[in-house]
């Protein structure tokens, strides 16, 4: 179960949240949004440790993420604006050093199943330097089908993928959240996923104050 309490975080002068609470359990997806600048990218920074929060804490199965270290970023995986992939190297290459930084290390094999998955054949073993948008955005991807992470949290996942790419995604992870897995995510597209039995958390304000 995932945790966020009291959470506060503060950009430059700018409270951008503050007093943020909600939990997240198996088999959940949480849709964040607000408009450009509420602070969801800070948010699901935090949420990851990837950066410290002002007050309150994350906690992960009741204990906060910041006593947990690599015990905790072993079962989370955060895909943001960027790709997070060199140039220099090939697909197969950038999957296997993205999981090893998970603390996840995986075999070549897998790694080329994974990427064959998403809809890489032909092109894992090319530099990514060579890729168009939508194939590099792929094999940042494909760290979702690399490793078994229970906690998935997406930002804009699915820019620069076509239609086909989005369809698929989106089976990915309804998969996952079937399975028992853990997905926040923030989109600017219309997407079925969002619809229906979903958490909704909201960043911002509107004229009744900030929600």
Known sequence: ML??????CVRGDRKLFSGLNFELHPGELLHLYG?????????MRAICGLLRETEG????????????????????V????????????????????????????????????ALEKIG???????????????????VGLARLLAHDAKLWV???????LDKAAVGFLQTVIREHIDGGGM?????HQEVTLTEGQVKRLQLGWK???RV
């Not at 994350?58 to 970023?73: L, M, P, Y």
């Not at 997905?183 to 989109?187: A, E, G, M, Q, S």
């Open 154 to 160: 997406l930002d804009e996942p699915f820019t620069a």
């Open 207 to 209: 004229e009744e104050g």
């Open 78 to 113: 955060y895909l943001g604006h960027k790709n997070g992939i060199k140039d220099d190297l090939n697909g197969v290459e950038n999957l296997r050093v993205a999981c090893a930084l998970d603390g996840v290390p995986i075999s070549e094999e897998r790694a080329w199943t």
């Open 35 to 43: 408009h450009n600048g509420s602070g969801k990218t800070t948010l």
């Open 120 to 138: 890489l054949r032909g092109h894992e073993d090319l530099p990514t330097r060579v890729l168009s948008q939508g194939q590099k955005r792929r």
């Open 3 to 8: 945790q966020v309490v009291d959470l506060e």
């Open 183 to 187: 997905v926040i995510l923030t989109t």
């Open 57 to 76: 804490e994350v906690r992960w199965n009741g204990e906060a993420i910041r006593k947990q270290a690599e015990d905790f970023t072993r079962h989370v």
